[in-house]
């Protein structure tokens, strides 16, 4: 079996007052490490926001993007993944000291941090919101989010090893009120579930493990992707806003220009010819 088949499954329960959320990745998140060479700690947070991102992305109710950013003064000083109501994915981070493999501190990790979250609709306006990092986890920074911000009781839970990255949501709907006795309930059987199940079970395996005596709907499974949408036409663009006297020294001395995509790393090449 090649399980998790980056695939995203949203669910809700006929008899509770709670929707819920599944998210598998391998291929796309290996896509969206391919090449920066970043240290494993960092490989699990990126794929740790992925999740995130993808699972959060799945509650827009209109066509649009949603990004995520970590911005701290540890040792990472930067993580960020882009989404979009198609689950278009990717992402980066930015390190800028020594990391051992073996460390797997968040407040280590991330120092004194703030999680942005960005929401832009294609039409519409943009919102920005913002909270504190100052937790033990990311899915605690997304927790204390949604209790903020939405007033919304949630629970997430992340896991990511640098090969696959995996994602479950549970959330109040806003019928339930103030009893959360049902979603207490839940809670705790979905905190049954194991990294390694996560990993190698089929998704509606998952749920049906997790959820068998109770009435679920499953809608149908929406495919995620690593998708950068850099290009020629956008990064000359972007060209286009340095100095003039900048881009002339740099094409003197070295006879073109090469600019590479942050994400992807494709590199796009200039010359005067181009300009």
């Known amino acids: 079996m090649n ?18 959320e599944l998210v598998q990745l391998s291929t796309s998140y290996q896509r969206m490490l391919q090449g920066h060479n970043y240290p494993a700690p960092v490989q699990r947070l990126l794929g740790e926001l992925m999740a995130t991102t993808a699972l959060l992305s799945a509650t827009l109710k209109f066509e649009g993007h949603i990004n995520l950013q970590v911005q701290g003064d540890g040792p990472i000083n930067f993580l960020a ?44 306006e943009r919102y920005q919101g913002v909270v504190d990092a100052n937790a033990d986890s990311l899915a605690q920074v997304v927790e204390n989010y949604f209790a903020q911000s939405e007033q919304l009781h ?37 905190a049954t579930m194991t990294a390694n199940e996560l990993y190698t079970l089929h998704g509606e395996e998952i749920l049906h493990r997790l959820y068998h005596q109770e009435k ?21 663009a972007a060209l286009a806003t340095v100095p003039a006297e900048e881009i ?20 796009y090449r200039f010359t005067e010819a181009d300009l």
Request: net charge negative; glycine share 8%; aromatic share 8%.
């Open 81 to 124: 993944v882009n989404g979009s109501h198609e689950q278009d994915l990717r992402g980066l981070a930015r390190v800028r000291a020594d990391i051992a493999d073996d460390e797997n501190d968040f407040r280590t990790l991330l120092g004194k941090a703030v999680m942005v979250i960005t929401i832009t609709p294609d039409q519409g």
């Open 3 to 20: 399980y998790p088949t980056d695939q995203l499954y949203r669910y809700t329960f006929s008899e509770q007052d709670v929707r819920g």
């Open 154 to 190: 949630t629970r997430i839970w992340l896991n990511a090893d640098g090969e696959y990255a995996a994602g479950m949501m549970l959330q109040v709907l806003p019928a339930a009120g103030h009893d959360l006795s049902a979603f207490k309930h839940l809670e705790t059987l979905t």
């Open 216 to 236: 679920v709907e499953v809608y149908g499974a929406q495919r995620v992707n690593f998708h950068c949408g850099c290009s020629r036409d956008r990064t000359l």
């Open 248 to 267: 002339t020294e740099v094409l003197r001395e070295e006879g073109e220009i090469v600019m590479t995509c942050d994400y992807c790393l494709t590199e």
